[in-house]
Structures are given as C-alpha cells and as structure tokens.
C-alpha cells in the first residue's frame, strides 16, 4: 500500500478541529479535508472557527463534491451523528482508505467495521487532551496522543502504514499491549466521571473529595468492571484505583465534556456511556443500578432542552 497523502476529518467538535489543526499544520490545506455537506461547509466558510484564538485556515470540502477516496478518514462527530456521518463520506472510502474514530466508548469501531469492513479500521482512544469548544471557538492543550490498535489476531498491516505515517509527520501516539483493553478501560473512566460530574452539574472537585458525586462516580466504575469481565475482559479495581488517582490529580475546576455538554445543553454521549453497559449488563444479567440511575437522570435533564 502506497503512504498516506491524503486525510478527511468529519466533525468539528474539540476534537475534530483538534485534529483538524495538527494534520493541516503538519501536511498543509490542500491535503487535508474537512468534510460536511453543503450547508455545513458553507456555515463554517461563512462564520470561521478558531482554534487556541487563531482562525483556523482550513480546506473546507463539500463531501458530495469529492470523488476521489482518501487515505485516512477521521470520525469526530457525535456519537448521534455517526450514522450520517458514514452516509456522508461512504463513496470516499476506497480499497485502501484507514478508517479512525475519536469518538469515545467501545461501539463506534464496531459499527465502522459493519459499514466498511473490519480490514479498514484501526481502533483508536484519544487521550490526555484537554479541548473545550465554545460556539465555534476551541480551546486545546495539552494535545495529547492516540491510542492506536488492532484487535489481537488481525492483520497488523493497516496499522503498520498508520504508525509509518505518524512517524512521518510528528504526530503523537502509543500502541497499547492490547487496544480492546484500553477501549473498556477508558469506557470505566468516562462512565464514572463524564456521567458523575453532568449529572451532579460540578467540576472535578466534587469528584475529587469524599461525597456522594464520587461515590456514584467509583459505583459506576465498579460496575463496568463486572460487565467488562463477562465480556471476557480482563479489568479489575486495580483499574478503578488508578483511574481514580488520575482523577485526583487533575485540575479541580476542569470539566469532563459531558460536563461541557450539559452546560451547553447539548445532547450527550450518555448511550456510549450507560447506554453501552445497561445494554451488555442485560444480556449477561448483571445488575447496575448506578448506571441505571445516571442514564435516567441524564435522560431527564436532555429532555428539558
């Protein structure tokens, strides 16, 4: 397979103009799409979007308008545009074209892998960012890294030419011992924490201090870690104590992006959160209730948008 020249980034959230900066800086406009339909494209050519104060010169690009595939498609939409997403940018994915998610949780590979193929996707965890998106303002740093992988047995191949690339260009990532691992460990982090802090509308320190918001937030965790082992994942509270101590240890006024969400009311990833572990948990019988708590809680506070 010949390298990769070309990348389209759909969805400009935090994290997709996030990405959307990096690959721009480091290949230039012209090899860097960012792809919507018409009247997407037209609003952000119209109103700008800036990044860390600096108006973002990007390659806006009607994606109906594109006929050529490219090498490297980003997903960072909405968990709840995904699906429109993939309907967007179906015809630009070629035989050779390396699908990637930042979307948070353990479905969004899963339902690219249906779309396209499992062959064109690497699994992927953004972390240790910070982004905040105001309006069509962003603000970022630290950057942070991807997390990049294939599933245990798959052919390494894609990943191979995604790393070389990344090399290539400076970009920051790790390769984890074991992706599916990291996805489910990351899951136990956003479900506990993202949830927590939106549902109990606060920052970090409530989470932080002794209380029921930190309560809730380890019950949660707790919970998908016995969701995770009849999944045949291997977490453990060893994963709920070191996910706390990272918690701890961040700034107390910084705010998870659900928390971010329901300031904003903003429809939330509470499905790839709850959603996901309530429905697994009710295929293998386990009971869990915190998380049956924060999805209801988070349901009633979206429908009063």
């Keep these: 397979m010949r390298p990769i020249q ?14 959307a900066t990096l690959f721009t800086d480091a290949l230039g406009k012209d090899r860097v799409l960012v792809l919507a339909d018409s009247r997407r494209t037209a609003r952000y050519r119209e109103e700008g979007v800036w990044c860390n104060d600096q108006l973002c010169d990007f390659n806006y690009v009607d994606a109906a308008s594109r006929t050529e595939p490219v090498d490297l498609l980003l997903f960072a939409v909405k968990f709840g545009g995904l699906r429109d997403a993939i309907a967007t940018c179906r015809h630009l994915v070629g035989p050779d074209t390396i699908l990637l998610s930042v979307l948070n949780g353990i479905v969004s590979e899963e339902i690219l892998a249906e779309a396209f193929g499992p062959e064109h996707v690497v699994w992927c965890v953004a972390e240790k960012m910070a982004a905040k998106k105001e309006g069509n303002r962003v603000t970022c ?41 990291h996805l489910w460990s990351k899951l136990l982090c956003n479900t506990g924490c993202n949830q927590a802090a939106m549902v109990f509308q606060c920052d970090y320190s409530p989470l932080q201090r002794p209380g029921t918001p930190r309560d809730t937030m380890i019950g949660a965790m707790r919970e998908v870690v016995a969701v995770a ?23 107390s006024d910084g705010e998870p992006s659900m928390r971010q969400d329901g300031k904003n009311r903003r429809k939330s990833e509470v499905e790839l959160f709850s959603g996901t572990i309530r429905r697994l948990a009710a295929k293998h019988g386990i009971p869990v209730p915190v998380n049956d708590w924060l999805y209801e809680q988070v349901q009633e506070m979206e429908r009063a948008y």
């Design 6 to 19: 070309t990348v389209g980034v759909i969805g400009l959230g935090s994290l997709g103009v996030l990405y």
């Design 141 to 181: 740093g630290p950057w942070g890294e991807l997390a990049v992988g294939v599933p245990a047995g798959e052919d390494p191949a894609r990943l191979h030419r995604l790393t070389a690339f990344f090399d290539a260009i400076h970009f920051s990532y790790v390769l984890p011992p074991d992706i599916r691992i």
């Design 229 to 251: 082992n009849a999944e045949g994942v291997p977490l453990s509270e060893q994963d709920v104590t070191t996910w706390v101590d990272i918690i701890d240890h961040l700034p």
